[in-house]
Structure formats: structure tokens, C-alpha cells
């Protein structure tokens, strides 16, 4: 599901709680990986051969892989949060996370973008408070 999609279907705040939510399960993920990663390293016997010391440098091999995805996770996700959430207050009356989205897009293509910029790395939303009915376009 798009982030248009999403949003209308639970509301800003709600998106962005579980935005925030999501980004730090993955930092929470990362750190844990590093402790796993310590764990098997500290039992790790080079000199000794066989299925256990395979099977830890398998675990400390997973446990890489998946601290770097989740690190990665985790700076994708807090962005785009931090993206939407920093335009988020509507420009005329200040009221937080108050809007229906009137429209949404990718690229170049969105309202009020200039030809010149560059593509947007996340959706664009054209947005309408409920309060003053001022619009107003997410990520700026
Ligand atoms: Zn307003």
C-alpha cells in the first residue's frame, strides 16, 4: 500500500506514530544483531574445526547481514517520517496533521514543483487542512 493510501486509511498521526514505530523495531533489530554477532565472536575457536565453529560463523554471518538491513531500515524509514512529518502543520493556521490529501504523485510531475528539480525520492501529496482549507504540498 502507497503512502497516499496508507495515510487516508489511518490518518497522519497514526502513520507517523507507526513510521516511528517501525524505525526504531529496526534499530532495536540492529543493536540486537550486534549482541549476537559479540556472543558468537567471543566463542568462535579457530583453532578448533568442525560444525560448531561452521555454524557460529554462520550465525555471525546472518546476524551481519541482517544488522546492516535493519540499520538501513531504519534511516529509510525515520527520513521519510521525518520528511512528511516536517511539513505536516498546516501553512496558514499552524494546525498539526489535520488534512485530507486532495491528490498524490511521484517524480517531477507534482504541483508547485520546479522543472528544474531534481525527482523526488518519495511521493508527493497535495493536501487541504480541515480547518482554514489552505492547500498545501508534502515533502516540500
Ligand atoms: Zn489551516
Redesign the pocket.
Known amino acids: 500500500m502507497d503512502i497516499a493510501a496508507r495515510i487516508r486509511l489511518v490518518g497522519f498521526r497514526k502513520w507517523y506514530e507507526r513510521q516511528l514505530i517501525d524505525s526504531h523495531l529496526s534499530l532495536t533489530t540492529c543493536f540486537l544483531s550486534g549482541i549476537t554477532i559479540a556472543a558468537c565472536l567471543e566463542e568462535v575457536r579457530l583453532a578448533e574445526t568442525g560444525w560448531r565453529t561452521t555454524a557460529l560463523l554462520a550465525i555471525v554471518f546472518a546476524a551481519a547481514l541482517l544488522c546492516a538491513y535493519s540499520w538501513r531500515r531504519y534511516l529509510t524509514v525515520l527520513e521519510r517520517a521525518e520528511t512528511y512529518g516536517s511539513r505536516s502543520s ?1 501553512p ?2 499552524r ?1 498539526y496533521a489535520r488534512f485530507d490529501i486532495l491528490a498524490s504523485g511521484s517524480g517531477t510531475q507534482g504541483p508547485y514543483l520546479d522543472p528544474e528539480e531534481t525527482a523526488l525520492p518519495y511521493p508527493w501529496l497535495r493536501v487541504r ?1 480541515r ?2 482549507a ?1 492547500a498545501w504540498r508534502l515533502p516540500d
Open positions: 498546516c496558514a493556521c494546525t487542512c480547518k482554514c489552505t
